[in-house]
């Protein structure tokens, strides 16, 4: 069986394919035999599974994940990697690589193409340039997804993962929290890739919600408020919301007597809301 965390067979890959580190695709591939089979175990890899991975570099967690889900469908942008995976990932017939941009791929297509009957899980360590808009793209599309598994920079991971009403939050832990159960899994230092990057790194998972934790009237409009809240963070979010939902001609005692009315304190800031906080906010402003 290969060891593709082995640095002497990366070396001898890279030579021998003429492949070097894209830093642009964010290109730090894992080299700790411990961290791709724990990410597999905790990522629900398994029996009765489909994966999706995300970014396979030489396929690493590609095979871990082959060796125990039923079935792998992996997207990678870097078409140079493409005759390494039919060498290192030869021994798995589970396993299929699409060539290409996962933002620009059809998942929906993918799972219902390849995951029949299976329940499906994301696992990846995801190139950090693009975390957010992926995470975010995986939610969003609402996929019939069961958890998001990614290795991502650890300062991102404290984002995801914290608290609503807590300093640590932003308007992605909030999208996180309405449309998943985030949980912090484990840390990863740098010495952990090659190359190592500048950041330490964590694992986490986002279990996703089959219905979101609050109902509104305008789910849109909801991420708005959010979004313009947490824009001028230091700022009560009446001033904040003033500014952020100024082309929607809603003038600030309209915001200052729908926050009284949800019982928002008015020099609350953006990160002391809830999630139901925001809900209740919304609904009163639209
Ligand atoms: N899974 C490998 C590992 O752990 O060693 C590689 C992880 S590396 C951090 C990220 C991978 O994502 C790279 O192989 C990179 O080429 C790929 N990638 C970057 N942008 C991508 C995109 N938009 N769509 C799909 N793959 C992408």
């Not at 290969?2 to 894209?22: A, C, P, Q, V």
């Not at 030489?58 to 005759?83: H, I, N, Q, Y």
């Not at 993918?110 to 899980?121: K, P, R, W």
């Amino acid at each position: 069986m290969e060891d593709l965390t082995n640095i002497g067979r990366i070396k001898e890959l890279m030579e021998r394919y003429g492949f070097s580190f894209s830093k642009a695709l964010g290109q730090n591939f894992l080299i700790n035999p411990s961290v791709c089979p724990k990410i597999a175990e905790l990522g629900n890899a398994g029996k009765g599974f489909g994966v999706i991975e995300i970014g396979t570099g030489f396929g690493t967690l590609t095979a871990e994940l082959a060796k125990r889900a039923d079935k792998v469908v992996a997207v990678e942008l870097d078409s140079r990697l493409m005759p390494v995976l039919e060498e290192t990932l030869a021994e798995y017939d589970n396993v299929s690589v699409i060539n290409a941009d996962v933002m620009k791929t059809d998942l929906r297509a993918v799972i219902e193409d390849n995951f029949a009957g299976l329940e499906t899980a994301v696992c990846a360590n995801l190139p950090y340039y693009i975390t957010s808009p992926i995470i975010m793209y995986l939610l969003e599309s609402r996929l019939p997804i069961q958890s998001i598994t990614v290795m991502v920079q650890k300062e991102a991971g404290q984002r995801l993962c914290a608290k609503m009403g807590t300093r640590e939050s932003s308007a992605v832990t909030a999208a996180v929290n309405y449309y998943a159960v985030p949980k912090m899994l484990f840390s990863v230092s740098r010495g952990s890739f090659m190359p190592p990057p500048n950041v330490d790194s964590c694992v986490i998972r986002l279990d996703v919600r089959k219905e979101p934790p609050i109902k509104v009237k305008d789910e849109k409009f909801l991420f708005r408020v959010i979004r313009g809240a947490f824009s001028q963070r230091r700022k009560n979010i009446v001033n904040s919301l003033s500014s952020a939902l100024g082309d929607m001609d809603i003038s600030k005692e309209n915001i200052s007597a729908a926050a009284a009315d949800a019982g928002i304190s008015l020099s609350a800031r953006a990160e002391q809301l809830t999630l139901e906080d925001y809900g209740r906010l919304a609904d009163r402003l639209i």
